[in-house]
């Protein structure tokens, strides 16, 4: 799986190489890495899409310097649409950010409408971006599931596979139980790795579904199978949301992955059959 890894576009990432840090504003810093590389592997093109949904990132290390010279840090929030022709590549990302750190700029509208416009750029589609003081970002409000959700983490499980196995969902259809249901699932267990430099990437995963009932055990099953596996965070919700759609064949499916930080930025990528915007969401793990 995940047969493009040495497709050429990453072969030009500074993700997994040396890279010395650079403290006046850089935008050519910004890297992309195309989304089709990985929905050609899922037999998706941007015209047949199953899903509507963004990315949603927090950076927490942006700071810049007034006109006078002053330190002013801020929490940013950053939304990129699923349809935009690029993901933005997570170093790059924290390289431009720290990029402003020497720099003055004249207000904070300022810094916003050129992270607007570079972040644009990169993607190949608007993004948005909100700027925050420290002490009051309602995007990083703590919340709790939903009260009705169910976290599937102590399903009573025998687990000896860890490498993705998309057949685990062959079972996932509960047959003892044939009528409609609505359920909102979680799962703290959560992990795959970097698809570059192999480091490891948690999350906690919310599936809100319709349809006919998903067994607990397999789809936690299928979870962990992720445990090995080499692929970035966008393309991994989008694999379990295709799974998903394809072993269980739901009227309405959402799959919301809300990754724990690094090295500043947290990525929470939404993918929905019918919700366009992610909620305003952070787990205690973030």
């Keep these: 799986m995940a047969n493009y890894q040495n497709a050429i576009e990453l072969s030009k990432l500074k993700l997994g190489k040396s890279t010395q840090y650079c403290s006046e504003y850089t935008a050519d810093l910004l890297q992309g890495v195309p989304r089709s590389l990985n929905r050609d592997d899922l037999a998706l093109n941007k015209g047949n899409l199953p899903f509507v949904g963004e990315d949603v990132w927090y950076g927490y290390e942006l700071s810049w310097l007034n006109a006078k010279g002053k330190p002013v840090v801020a929490v940013a929030e950053f939304r990129f649409a699923c349809t935009s022709e690029n993901i933005v590549e997570s170093k790059s990302f924290k390289l431009y950010l720290n990029s402003f750190n020497q720099t003055r700029f004249a207000s904070i509208k300022d810094v916003e ?66 009528e409609h249901v609505e359920e909102h699932l979680v799962s703290h267990l959560l992990k795959s790795n970097c698809l ?31 445990r090995q596996h080499n692929e970035f965070h966008e393309q991994c919700v989008e694999r379990i949301f295709c799974d998903l759609q394809t072993f269980c064949q739901l009227e309405e499916l959402t799959v919301f992955a809300r990754y724990t930080r690094r090295g500043g930025l947290d990525i929470n990528p939404f993918r929905s059959s019918h919700i366009e915007h992610a909620p305003f969401a952070r787990t205690l793990r973030q």
């Design 196 to 226: 570059i430099t192999n480091q490891p990437d948690w999350a906690s995963i919310y599936i809100h579904y319709r349809g006919k009932a998903i067994n607990h055990a397999a789809l936690l099953q299928y979870l962990i199978s992720f």
């Design 113 to 178: 409408q050129i992270l607007i416009k570079d972040l644009s750029k990169i993607a190949g589609s608007p993004a948005k971006v909100s700027l925050f003081g420290v002490e009051h970002c309602p995007g990083l409000n703590i919340v709790k599931s939903a009260d009705n959700s169910y976290c599937i983490d102590g399903e009573d499980i025998s687990v000896d596979n860890y490498q993705y196995d998309a057949k685990l969902l062959t079972k996932a259809q509960d047959k003892k139980e044939s």
